[in-house]
């Protein structure tokens, strides 16, 4: 089970992150969150974190160019984007060498069944809670509706997962559940992370998941 935490932004804190060994750790681009990094947020501190923690930008419906400069500047390799990017977009993007994760909001069942326009594009993605602010709600979504989901993208699944959620989380049946992603419910304020709260969450959740022989 691969584990992202998101909506990082003070250098002693993301420090304490990378020695729980997430698989990803994700900083927002996105001007209109409480987690905006572009502006609070030393590049250097991303980028001398461990190779093996995939570092990912989160974008909200931002040009090929923005992202691309900003990925630079980061030393990010990975992008989740969150709005109405279009498959050309994620295409683009993949091309120019970046892991893509395409986000959906499922609603409705018609909400997965757009997922397929992307099969092929991306390297995962995430279904996550759908919320005026476009990500971070600290609320789950009706988790029944991701057994609608036929692709072959293995997903991760996102959206108010807290302490406690671990033994529901590894009952889940389904195949191509790949990793979830942790953000404002391990928070003390936004931004700011319980390295505590998560060490003991994350230890519970790979048990839990521990691929059995
Ligand atoms: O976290 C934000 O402020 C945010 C704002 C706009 C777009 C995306 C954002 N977060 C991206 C994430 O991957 C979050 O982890 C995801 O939305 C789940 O958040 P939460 O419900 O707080 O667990």
Same mark, same amino acid.
């Given at each position: 089970m691969l584990i992202k935490v998101c909506g990082m932004l003070e250098p002693e804190n993301i420090r304490q992150l990378s020695t729980l060994k997430p698989d990803l750790i994700g900083f927002i681009f996105f001007p209109g969150s409480p987690r905006y990094a572009a502006s609070k947020l030393d590049p250097g501190v991303v980028k001398e974190l461990p190779a093996d923690i995939t570092k990912t930008g989160v974008f909200v419906n931002a040009g090929y160019e923005e992202i691309v400069k900003t990925a630079g500047l980061f030393g990010l390799n990975a992008v989740q984007l969150h709005g109405a990017?279009?498959?050309e977009m994620c295409r683009s993007l993949k091309a120019a060498g970046f892991k893509? #994760?395409?986000v959906f909001h499922p609603k409705t069942q018609? &909400?997965?069944t757009a997922c397929a326009a992307y099969e092929g594009l991306c390297d995962f993605f995430l279904f996550d809670t759908a919320?005026?602010?476009? !990500? =971070?709600? =600290?609320?789950?979504?009706d988790w029944s509706l991701i057994g609608k989901y036929k692709g072959s993208t293995p997903f991760l699944l996102? !959206? !108010?997962?807290g302490p406690g959620d671990e033994e529901m989380i590894s009952r889940l049946q389904l195949p191509l559940l790949t990793g #979830? &992603?942790?953000n404002s419910r391990?928070?003390?304020a936004p931004g700011l992370k319980d390295i505590e709260h998560l060490?003991?969450?994350?230890?519970h959740i790979r048990k839990l998941t521990k691929t059995q022989v």
């Open positions: 990017e279009s498959p893509v #994760i395409k018609e &909400d997965i919320s005026k602010a476009h !990500g =971070g709600s =600290g609320r789950k979504f996102s !959206g !108010g997962i #979830i &992603d942790l391990f928070e003390t060490r003991i969450f994350i230890e």
